[in-house]
């Protein structure tokens, strides 16, 4: 129940964070952008001159705390019916599809019109192609960690490797083996293979 109300104030907090950071960067955006040329005439013409480079400083420092706030909205959310692990993945997913899109978005307005858009598209895609194998496994352990095929403590051979799972994390599955190395094995490659389970008679025996 304590935890429950800590989520719930969390969850709160986190909002209103979101909307804070949101009403911030209209008013420093304003600020910056009106208020300080009208005033002081002779900041005018500097603003004017750096005003892209100004705007994509904005964009960037806001925008990553905004989707950060985002995230954390995300994370609370699904904390109350699901665990840590699995709040997590979805978090961690959010933040980054998020900075993906903030930094096409940003370059696309940057250079404006037709050559904007070719541009947020080409970086957009430029940054999937680079992402793909860290989306993917993090796509993959948001699966592991909803459907749970496997879990923690149970005595699995998994891409040949046999061992006890020890954590289920966004990216990778830790199996720790009988001589207690652990391998690390990405989730993407657990959702492609056969994944063998000790019956619970062997796994008791085996602890």
């Known amino acids: 129940m304590g935890e429950i109300k800590n989520i719930s104030e969390g969850l709160k907090k986190s909002i209103v964070t979101l909307i804070l950071w949101i009403i911030l960067y209209i008013i420093v955006t304003a600020f910056v952008s009106t208020f300080i040329p009208s005033y002081l005439p002779e900041a005018k013409k500097p603003i004017e001159a750096y005003s892209a480079y100004i705007n994509i400083g904005l964009s960037l420092i806001f925008g990553y705390m905004i989707i950060k706030a985002f995230s954390d909205i995300a994370y609370l959310s699904l904390r109350v019916k699901y665990t840590h692990s699995t709040a997590s993945a979805v978090k961690n997913l959010f933040q980054i599809l998020g900075i993906g899109v903030l930094i096409s978005a940003i370059a696309g307005a940057s250079a404006g019109g037709a050559a904007g858009v070719a541009l947020g598209g080409f970086i957009g ?9 860290v989306l993917g496994q993090a796509i993959a352990g948001l699966f592991l960690l909803i459907i749970r095929p496997v879990k923690v403590g149970d005595n699995v051979t998994i891409a040949g490797e046999t061992g006890i799972v020890e954590e289920i994390t966004t990216l990778f599955t830790y199996i720790k083996k009988e001589d207690n190395d652990i391998v690390l094995i990405p989730n993407n490659m657990l959702i492609g293979q056969k994944i063998y389970l000790l019956k619970k008679e062997e796994q008791k025996n085996h602890k």
């Open 125 to 133: 895609m430029i940054i999937g192609y680079a992402s793909q194998h």
